[in-house]
């Protein structure tokens, strides 16, 4: 890798828009005259689970590196729940940066990352709720992403924001500002040892060992996966609606929709991805999906 390439790792939950942060990031870039890519590695590819996304950026020169970014020179985390499952900070150089959407003050959170990294931190999701009417903070963190860094000007996102947005570009645009003025930042110098949590997986389950089938079994294979830490929205029933048919616990991939004794139907929110099938499929619209708390 060459010395003036810039690599950043972003960290979101499917259907929060990760992703287009990176391409956003990658089109500004490439409308300075710089070098560019961005792509994504899904995992699980399901709504709300954890992804990862890339950026590499340079100046100079072409870039035929396409491997997934290890060793981050910037760090981005759209989800602040994302921080207590995942080792961010995993791979971060010193003097990199962490830049997190989280309502936290910032010397919160210099107790939870000790390291030699610069932090910086805005609560994108109220600035997203205000400005876009959702929760959804990919745009939002671009501004606090350029904020810390300087790596693309806000100015130049306005291009690639309105090729992908068209009618919504505008609010986006304003959202990605308004989250560059509000972005908090602060230098983390510590002399002690780095705080990197650790995640210890005690045995990864061979195919035999998985449950056939989720929605034939109890909970499926969220047994072995807290799915419910994946949501960013949870459904809320309307009784005066609901006509207890039993639809919504048959088409719920995690099978985690369950007949309470009055009858009626209820999500055990522990395991509940907060997907969205069953108010889409709720014949009745008893079923409406709420932004996570
Ligand atoms: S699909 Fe709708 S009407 Fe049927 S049980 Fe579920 S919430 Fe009630
Ligand atoms: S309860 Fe609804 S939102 Fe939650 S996982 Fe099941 S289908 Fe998806």
């Known amino acids: 890798m ?34 560019a890519q961005a792509f994504p590695s899904f995992g699980p590819e399901r709504r709300g689970a954890p992804v990862l996304a890339f950026n590499r950026i340079s100046p100079s020169h072409a870039i035929r590196n396409r491997a997934g970014v290890t060793k981050p020179d910037i760090v981005v985390v759209l989800d602040p729940g994302l921080v207590t499952l995942i080792n961010v900070t995993d791979g971060l150089k010193p003097g990199g940066s962490l830049i997190v959407n989280s309502t936290k003050a910032i010397e919160e959170l210099q107790q939870e990352f000790t390291g030699d990294w ?60 308004a989250a560059f003025d509000a972005t908090v930042l602060s230098e983390i110098t510590t002399s002690g040892p780095k705080k990197q949590k650790s995640f210890k997986v005690d045995k990864v389950p061979g195919w035999r060992d998985l449950l056939v089938g989720c929605a034939v079994t109890d909970i499926g294979n969220t047994k072995r996966f807290c799915t419910g830490d994946w949501k960013s929205q949870h459904p809320e029933w309307d009784n005066t609606k609901c006509i207890k048919c039993g639809i919504c616990s048959l088409f719920c991939p995690e099978a985690c929709i369950h007949e309470q004794a009055d009858w009626y139907f209820r999500a055990d929110l522990f395991f509940c991805k907060g997907c969205g099938i069953c108010a889409h499929e709720c014949w009745t619209q008893a079923i409406k999906m709420v932004e996570e708390a």
């Open 2 to 35: 060459k010395q003036d390439t810039i690599e950043i790792r972003w960290h979101g939950r499917g259907g929060q828009g990760a992703v287009t942060s990176a391409e956003m990031t990658a089109l500004a870039a490439v409308h300075e005259d710089k070098f």
């Open 118 to 177: 610069k932090l910086a931190v805005v609560d994108a999701a109220s600035i997203a709720r205000k400005l876009l009417g959702v929760n959804i903070v990919n745009t939002t963190m671009l501004g606090a992403m350029i904020k810390a860094t300087g790596i693309v000007k806000l100015e130049s996102f306005a291009a690639p924001l309105e090729h992908r947005f068209g009618a919504r570009a505008k609010a986006n645009f304003n959202a990605c500002s």
